[in-house]
């Protein structure tokens, strides 16, 4: 596979055709190759606050971008039915553990749980 440098953030991932036909097991192996993983729409104003917000830490998360993907409908109602909620992106895993959508990072954030997540994933080494 590929991988191609995003502008601003990460890498972005085409995702793969693989023999997963089940989302939510695609979402669980997708998650569980990265140590950030985001899972987002291009043109979604609170994928882009999270991507920065990585970013703004020295994170490079891995991205994909579900509107770039042929099965992404399929896999952001998967989203959905992990988060249990109408909000499907963005979602974040962390050590191929399911964070959540943006409150769930931006309180991890605030509250400071953030930073020692991400360095006990091995995507922060301050």
């Not at 896999?75 to 992990?82: F, N």
């Not at 249990?84 to 991890?108: Q, Y």
Request: proline share 5%; hydrophobic share 45%; aromatic share 8%.
């Amino acid at each position: 596979m590929q991988y191609h440098q995003a502008e601003s953030w990460g890498y972005y991932v085409p995702m793969r055709t693989s023999m997963v036909s089940d989302p939510l097991e695609k979402v669980a192996r997708l998650a569980s190759e990265s140590a950030v993983v985001v899972f987002s729409i291009s043109s979604c104003c609170m994928c882009h606050a999270v991507k920065r917000l990585f970013c703004g830490m020295g994170v490079n998360p891995t991205v994909y971008e579900l509107d770039h993907d042929p099965r992404g409908k399929e896999i952001e109602k998967a989203l959905m039915r992990l988060l249990g909620n109408s909000t499907s992106v963005p979602v974040v895993f962390i050590g191929g553990k399911l964070i959540g959508a943006m409150e769930r990072v931006m309180a991890s954030h605030i509250s400071g749980t953030l930073v020692p997540l991400l360095k006990e994933a091995g995507a922060l080494w301050l």
